[in-house]
């Protein structure tokens, strides 16, 4: 099952995998950086040479369909980086509705809300067509499309507030055919002013600040929760809103509805203006009842958190934020990672959206991996489709020090059902050391090749490539032994060859190795 990738991105996975070799303590590799400028460098990679901005992401499945291999490992090595070091990935800001730029890598902290938006934004898009629709009515108003509130509520779900804002602005309903009477027509105006104006206000569209779980957001969603307020009373309408409540409003309502139901904001409206406002308050249900699929609402039911922990994942929706500290305020990567298991745990239990997720799937299951913090299993299936992703991401992992210190699953996905699918073999896929495993697996699948080219003309042989590989390991011991092994298979055939196998194991360290070619060349 396992896949090579063309020569080009393994040589320049090699040279980026060398810049985190320090961290072994033995050997000399260059200067190490950090995890988030190793993880940009490794997504760039993936971008620059199979671009995941084609037109895949705009379609209704999961994933790339009919690209390379390493296209999948690397849609799914986009996804895991940045949730461990959220540098990784920079959002590029939203200009508007048009705004498809490729993301650009370089160093900023970016909050996890906005890496997920821009995730989806770039590569899983699947209402894009119901949008793209909808603005063919520019000229006519966006309300004349028929799914003109689908693609308002998808746009919202998945952080694109400016979009939102430009739907309601141009949906001219006054200019449709609805039946609406004059006074409907008017508070249908105010009703949609007043959501603008709140939209306005939001700290994305302000000054693109995603970082939702801090006070600045928790202000603007005390004014969501006012404008719900300005809604409820457009809706009653004006002169019948007397402040009744129980009951006595209810006897009210009775009397006066037969003269009030035209002369107020409409039901129908009402309804998705009040659903728009529970969406930017980050409510489970409307945010669940609104998405495609399972992925993009897994992720949807994070972008809007805001940070406090909660059994169902309802949002605030009093506006109001604890003062104690939390997780997300101490180690917020970790306080997401769990967050998004427990938005999968909730997806599974919609059925519609559970049936919808392929077990059979390498990416799917990866995806699930990923979305439970379960790190080694998602290499695991990461490998499944390039092995050359697997082995950076897995040497990125130790020298972030992601990996949990024990042998725990998912929580999700248990190992058995992994091993059923035939995914991680007959054994466990830890050892002692997850990146040694992989690597070594790597380093075997280099050495079968002869050399490889890049596209400046340079030539590595695949020992070099091989016996480097087996330079991250972290166990010395083991490296030192794959080495021999490798090395004892290996044809030398010329005293050229003798001596740059001689330079080579005395570079990375293996000294042994080094001395034992040098008593026989």
């Not at 799914?76 to 990784?88: E, K, R, W």
């Not at 209810?250 to 035209?262: A, C, I, M, P, T």
């Not at 298991?341 to 299951?365: A, C, R, T, W, Y």
């Not at 059923?420 to 280099?446: E, F, I, N, Q, R």
Request: charged content about 20%.
């Amino acid at each position: 099952r396992v896949r090579l990738v063309p020569d080009e991105m393994i040589l320049q996975t090699d040279r980026i995998m060398g810049q985190m070799g320090a961290s072994t303590g033995w050997g000399d590799y260059g200067s190490t950086r950090t995890p988030e400028e190793i993880g940009r460098l490794l997504i760039g990679l993936w971008d620059s040479l199979y671009p995941m901005l084609a037109e895949g992401a705009n379609s209704q499945d999961v994933g790339p369909r009919g690209k390379p291999s390493p296209v999948s490992a690397g849609y799914m090595g986009s996804l895991l980086l940045p949730l461990y070091a959220p540098g990784s990935w920079v959002v590029v800001p939203d200009d508007g509705p048009d705004d498809r730029t490729a993301p650009q890598y370089k160093d900023v902290n970016t909050p996890i809300p906005a890496f997920l938006s821009d995730w989806l934004k770039f590569l899983h898009d699947p209402g894009s067509d119901v949008c793209a629709s909808v603005r063919q009515y520019y000229k006519q108003g966006y309300a004349a499309a028929d799914e003109f509130w689908d693609a308002v509520v998808s746009r919202a779900i998945r952080g694109q507030p400016l979009e939102v804002i430009d739907l309601l602005r141009n949906a001219r309903i006054c200019d449709q055919s609805f039946g609406y009477t004059k006074p409907q027509l008017d508070y249908i105006d105010e009703a949609i002013s007043t959501v603008v104006g709140l939209l306005e206000l939001c700290p994305a569209v302000v000054n693109n600040d995603w970082d939702t779980t801090t006070s600045v957001w928790s202000n603007f969603r005390h004014r969501v929760v006012k404008c719900k307020e300005m809604l409820r009373i457009l809706h009653r309408g004006k002169d019948n809103d007397n402040g009744l409540t129980g009951q006595s409003q209810l006897n009210f309502s009775l009397s006066v509805s037969s003269r009030s139901v035209e002369s107020c904001l409409p039901q129908d409206i009402f309804e998705s203006l009040d659903d728009l406002c529970n969406i930017f308050l980050g409510d489970s249900t409307t945010i669940l009842n609104s998405t495609y699929d399972w992925l993009e609402a897994t992720i949807c039911l994070n972008i809007y958190w805001d940070g406090d922990e909660s059994s169902n994942l309802d949002a605030s929706t009093s506006g109001k934020r604890k003062s104690q500290s939390r997780p997300v305020d101490v180690t917020p990567t970790l306080a997401y990672r769990q967050r998004l298991g427990q938005s999968l745990q909730m997806v599974m239990k919609e059925h519609e959206l559970m049936d919808m997720i392929d077990f059979s799937n390498p990416l799917h299951v990866g995806l699930c991996c990923i979305f439970d913090d379960d790190i080694e299993d998602a290499i695991s299936m990461i490998g499944t489709f390039s092995m050359a992703v697997a082995a950076s991401i897995a040497t990125l992992a130790d020298f972030g020090k992601w990996m949990p210190s024990g042998n725990e699953t998912a929580s999700g996905l248990d190992r058995n059902d992994l091993l059923v699918l035939s995914y991680l073999g007959d054994k466990p896929p830890v050892s002692k050391s997850l990146k040694d495993d992989v690597l070594g697996a790597y380093a075997s699948l280099l050495f079968q090749r002869p050399s490889f080219t890049a596209e400046a003309g340079e030539t590595v042989p695949g020992w070099e490539l091989a016996i480097h590989s087996l330079a991250q390991f972290a166990n010395f011991n083991a490296a030192s032994a794959k080495t021999k092994s490798l090395l004892q298979a290996l044809d030398v055939d010329s005293n050229e060859k003798a001596d740059k196998l001689i330079e080579a194991c005395s570079n990375w360290g293996f000294d042994q190795q080094s001395q034992e070619l040098a008593e026989v060349s």
